[in-house]
């Protein structure tokens, strides 16, 4: 798989490093360091991975289910064992801290046993005429759900295991064969997790990957003629040109938020923040779950903020590879000129700058700001950074009414008491999921996750997304009532 730190590309059962292009390196966000080389596939080499998988799919969707189920718990058990050496590589490929980087391992691992079990559980149904009017039980329809063909599953940096194991597992258990495509920085992290599905005994040809630039090979690869099914996760910008690109090819979108936590007079402010603090500067607010902006009542709003400060600035930052850090460099000085940017324009229009604000190379120190309005950028831009605005409100109304202007509509959070007023406020609220009394999540994996609006389109967690990749099939039976 590795030759002098190149890494190859899974094609039909054997790593290729590209004939064609000159490799591209990744360089740690955390000192500069070569972590690896990635081949640069050609279009001609694309054509050979999608025609592979294209190749291996019939066979792969008559394998009996329970043997499709082996070969997944297989891979857990050998994505277990690479816990370590596959979180190191995390540490220093995207800066993640080494705390989460095991917890994602060991995550996509679980991920991998539950969707093996929920694709034993799968079933058909039976569906006799007599049940609409006029019908009769001579008619009866077996319905059974069959692949889509090909799945491209297109996975960003921030989770470059967990969220390419979120699309794998789901296709390869509902039949189809798999093109991987992940995030230029993190591919060393899913290129090693590929390495351990296929060590787990995949057939050649039922999981392929392709690395090289997004901007060389991107629209190549979505409008290719034999995918037959998209899944993509990243920003909105990249889901809404591939939306525009696209035709007749079914997609699932998780793309960007901008997740508000609306935060009541009668809620347990330590609780709040504790959770807000946790949602919004984990890795260092690089999730599209992160808790981006705080919708607080006045009547609350100087309490909550000093109980935030304390929180704040007792969070570690720093290098991942030090115990307990929670904030690291951003992925790439371009993510850190952009957040700064949106931090000092908030602060040159007003934006109270309760802590933080401080960049050294690529790390923004985790920064809270107050008395943001809805005239400032920071308001509405989702910075993919620790940065957290907080928006006074005066009314439970105001603060949904501003939740809901946003473009996004990924998740938002309720915090209070009182049950019955969280209910109809999550009711309102124009979101895929609400939490009530907790921060933005993307789990547990049996869980609808969905965003609408720009924040995506399709659903996901393992047995929707089994669902959304593959599609039913009906045979109708007609029966004679001859014995």
Same mark, same amino acid.
Request: glycine share 8%; aromatic share 6%; hydrophobic share 40%.
């Given at each position: ?26 360089? #740690? ?15 001609? !080499? ?6 592979? +998988? ?19 718990? $297989? ?7 690479? +816990? ?8 220093? !490929? ?19 046993? *539950? ?24 008619? &009866? ?55 351990? &599905? ?12 392709? =690395? ?41 979108? !998780?793309?960007?938020?901008?997740? +508000? +936590? ?19 500067? /984990?890795?260092?607010?690089? $999730? ?23 929180? @704040?600035? $007792? ?12 904030? =690291?460099?951003?992925? /790439? ?7 700064? #940017? ?30 943001? =309005? ?31 202007? /946003?473009? *996004?509509?990924?998740?938002? #959070? @309720? ?7 969280? *209910? ?51 045979? =109708? ?7």
């Amino acid at each position: 798989m590795m030759q002098e730190k190149t890494f190859g590309n899974l094609v039909n059962g054997e790593w290729r490093i590209s004939r064609e292009n000159p490799p591209l390196e990744v360089l #740690s966000p955390v000192d500069g360091s070569l972590v690896g080389r990635l081949s640069s596939m050609s279009h001609t !080499e694309l054509d050979e991975a999608i025609s592979a +998988a294209k190749a291996a799919q019939k066979a792969w969707a008559a394998y009996p289910v329970y043997r499709k189920a082996q070969l997944m718990y $297989r891979a857990a058990d050998l994505l277990e064992q690479m +816990a370590e050496e596959i979180s190191e590589c995390l540490v220093m !490929e995207i800066a993640k801290d080494k705390k989460s980087a095991v917890s994602e391992v060991k995550r996509s691992a679980d991920l991998l046993r *539950y969707t093996a079990d929920v694709g034993k559980s799968l079933h058909g149904e039976a569906i006799f005429g007599d049940s609409f009017p006029g019908g009769s039980r001579d008619k &009866m329809s077996c319905v059974t759900r069959v692949p889509v063909g090909t799945v491209l599953a297109i996975s960003p940096f921030n989770y470059p295991v967990n969220l390419a194991i979120s699309k794998i597992g789901p296709a390869l258990m509902g039949g189809n064969t798999v093109l991987l495509k992940p995030a230029t920085q993190g591919a060393v992290s899913a290129l090693m997790m590929v390495k351990a &599905m296929q060590d787990a005994g995949l057939p050649a040809g039922v999981l392929n990957t392709a =690395t090289g630039l997004g901007s060389v090979i991107g629209d190549y690869i979505v409008t290719h003629k034999d995918i037959q099914f998209i899944n993509f996760t990243g920003s909105t910008e990249v889901g809404q040109h591939i939306s525009a690109l696209t035709s007749m090819t079914p997609v699932i979108m !998780e793309l960007g938020g901008k997740d +508000a +936590a609306i935060v009541l007079e009668d809620a347990d402010l330590d609780f709040a923040a504790d959770n807000i603090v946790d949602g919004a500067y /984990s890795y260092s607010g690089q $999730r599209c779950t992160a808790v981006k902006r705080i919708l607080a009542l006045d009547t609350i709003a100087d309490e909550l903020v000093e109980k935030l400060k304390a929180r @704040v600035e $007792r969070l570690k930052t720093g290098d991942p590879r030090e115990p307990g850090v929670t904030v =690291t460099p951003l992925v /790439s000085t371009k993510s850190a000129d952009f957040v700064e #940017s949106l931090m000092r324009g908030a602060i040159q229009q007003g934006a109270r700058l309760v802590t933080g604000g401080q960049r050294t190379g690529n790390l923004i120190q985790p920064t809270l700001l107050d008395r943001v =309005t809805t005239e400032m950028d920071v308001a509405w831009v989702e910075p993919f950074g620790p940065v957290l605005p907080i928006i006074r409100v005066a009314s439970a109304g105001e603060a949904v009414e501003i939740a809901n202007r /946003s473009e *996004y509509g990924l998740q938002s #959070s @309720v915090f209070t008491n009182n049950l019955n007023k969280a *209910y109809s406020i999550a009711a309102q609220l124009e979101v895929g999921t609400v939490q009530i009394n907790n921060k933005p999540e993307r789990g547990p994996d049996n869980f609808p996750f969905l965003g609408v609006k720009s924040s995506g389109m399709g659903t996901q967690g393992v047995r929707y997304s089994i669902e959304s990749m593959t599609r039913p099939k009906a045979v =109708t039976i007609n029966l004679t009532g001859d014995e």
